[in-house]
């Protein structure tokens, strides 16, 4: 099974930056090296939303409208580690974050951010944005 371990939400005022880190684990002997990694929110009152995606075999990366521009996700593959690098955050991006993967990687599932793509998922951190 894979394990997602999250770290890095907080608070920060409107117009800052934060850090998301997830870091993966599998101890069926899945690889890393061809994984879809997937960020997605969820505010109260409102359903899950993608936020983007990186596949951990060649670095390709999607990203959602509202965050196109200001936020980026890059990896370490060496430390089996992806990160969300949030800019220019606005209070509309407040929401408990999450990571996931799946482990048999397509364009669909990478492109689409559905839910349902994928089988494995982190526990959350918050972040929440104030004006």
């Known amino acids: 099974q894979v394990q997602l371990v999250e770290s890095g939400g907080g608070s920060v005022q409107a117009g800052g930056s934060l850090r998301l880190s997830c870091a993966a684990s599998?101890?069926?002997?899945?690889?890393?090296?061809?994984?879809?990694m997937g960020w997605f929110r969820q505010a109260p009152g409102k359903e899950r939303e993608g936020v983007g995606s990186i596949y951990t075999g060649n670095g390709l990366t999607y990203y959602a409208g509202p965050v196109k521009g200001r936020f980026t996700i890059s990896q370490d593959s060496a430390k089996n580690t992806v990160y969300l690098q949030m800019n220019s955050l606005k209070p509309e991006d407040s929401a408990m974050y999450y990571c996931a993967a799946a482990t048999s990687c397509n364009w669909i599932s990478l492109r689409d951010l559905k839910s349902s793509d994928y089988g494995y998922w982190g526990q959350g951190t918050q972040v929440t944005v104030s004006s």
């Open positions: 599998d101890s069926d002997g899945y690889t890393y090296s061809r994984y879809c």
